[in-house]
């Protein structure tokens, strides 16, 4: 069989590798709800538990520009993936903090190994926007399969539950992988880990600093919009139902964004749908009334959606910092700090003023991201003048 990410055994392979890789955060209102629902933890140890993954995603995934091109990636997915496997199933039943900290940070290192070497691999392509776009659907068709099924199986097992769902699914990217996982098609260069830190500059940094303190926004309403629901008086079930709905139509997000980019301009495009995203924030802060269940089904769709959206024009920015395309591998590593700061920062805010407290870290965090993703717009047109003024004078 060719080892090559073109072959479509291999790129399934990857895809499901990749889909496991974002798997804690895009169930991640099910997992909070899960340790909510057990009240064993507070509230803010629920918030470091939600952080946890990340953490070790984090470590593995941001160090990966240093070692993805040197190991051999089967093996190294393979024990990646199986360490993720293994935390899950230590994490069975566990009702220390500490000791399910601990192994919630490992699993995340084995996950962050795994999913840096997939998103290599998807880079490899022939067509990497296809592979990327692909990534994409299967991130999506597991999150929405996931919002039917694991609170499910979490009304049986409890949060034991949730563990369950994952490990099916590890499970069959183990198989896909010991079968049609590719090699690595590019050699290392040796001067491109030294080069990356020329290009950490004022723009580059703004850049970073934007999408860390748009997804800490995110990921703290995300975390606990599964309990903004059941807040509402919505049951678990009908909330998990509307997430997954609201997940499944989200994948069109990312769909629109290109067309809707060039129409519009991208300036246009970031600070609308982040307006709408703060808008739909603000909605919750109500108690919803009697239409509590249009509301929420309202609010929590329209708020997948437009972070669906936002996310290539993020990705985007860090595209355009560099021309060579090394910057963009730090956009992941951007996702995962933001996402470990929002969760604790939201439980601390949920013990102090409740939900209340938990959108309005949302709305003011990414409000504050719109201002400097325009502001990188602005910087990003104000460039090319400046490089074209530069060469007329020479």
């Known amino acids: 069989m060719p080892r090559t990410p ?6 399934a392979s990857l895809l499901l590798v990749s889909m496991m890789g974002a798997a804690i955060l895009t169930l991640l209102p099910l997992w909070v709800g899960g340790l909510s629902e057990n009240q064993l933890f507070s509230a803010q140890q629920i918030g470091w538990l939600a952080a946890a993954d990340v ?8 160090s990966a520009i240093v070692w993805v091109r040197r190991v051999p990636w089967r093996p190294a997915v393979i024990g990646g993936l199986t360490l993720f496997l293994l935390g899950n199933l230590l994490s069975l039943s566990c009702d220390n903090f500490a000791q399910l900290m601990a192994i919630r940070i490992i699993s995340g290192l084995g996950c962050g190994t795994a999913y840096a070497i997939a998103l290599a691999g998807l880079g490899d392509h022939r067509r990497p926007e296809l592979a990327f776009g692909l990534m994409v659907s299967a991130q999506v068709a597991f999150g929405t399969i996931g919002f039917f ?13 949730f563990f369950h769902y994952l490990n099916g699914w590890l499970l069959l990217a183990l198989l896909s992988c010991a079968l049609a996982f590719p090699h690595s098609q590019k050699q290392r260069n040796a001067g491109d880990t030294g080069a990356l830190a020329l290009l950490l500059n004022r723009r580059a940094l ?3 600093a934007t999408t860390v303190v748009y997804y800490c926004g995110v990921s703290a309403v995300w975390a606990y919009l599964e309990r903004i629901g059941v807040h509402l008086g919505l049951d678990s079930a009908r909330v998990g139902d509307l997430l997954g709905i609201g997940f499944a139509i989200s994948g069109a997000g990312s769909l629109a964004t290109p067309s809707l980019a060039r129409r519009c301009g991208r300036s246009v ?22 239409h509590a269940l249009v509301l929420y089904a309202t609010a929590s769709i329209v708020f997948q959606f437009f972070w669906s959206f936002t996310i290539p024009l993020l990705m985007e920015q860090f595209n355009r ?20 700061l929002g969760p604790p920062l939201a439980a601390a805010l949920l013990q102090r003023a409740g939900f209340a407290g938990v959108l309005a870290l949302g709305i003011g965090a990414i409000s504050l991201a719109m201002a400097m993703g325009l502001r990188s717009e602005r910087g990003a047109r104000e460039r090319p003048a400046a490089d074209t003024a530069a060469v007329s004078g020479a």
């Open 269 to 290: 495009a970031l600070g609308a749908s982040i307006a709408l995203q703060v808008l739909t924030m603000a909605l919750l802060l109500g108690d919803g009334g009697g």
């Open 55 to 62: 953490i070790g995603i984090f470590a593995s995934s941001a």
């Open 206 to 208: 703004l850049v970073f």
């Open 6 to 11: 073109d072959h479509w055994p291999n790129l």
């Open 149 to 161: 099924a694991a609170p499910r199986l979490m009304a049986i097992w409890q949060v034991d539950g």
């Open 321 to 340: 910092v560099d021309a060579s395309g090394r910057f963009i591998v730090l956009c992941a590593s951007a996702f995962k700090v933001g996402e470990i």
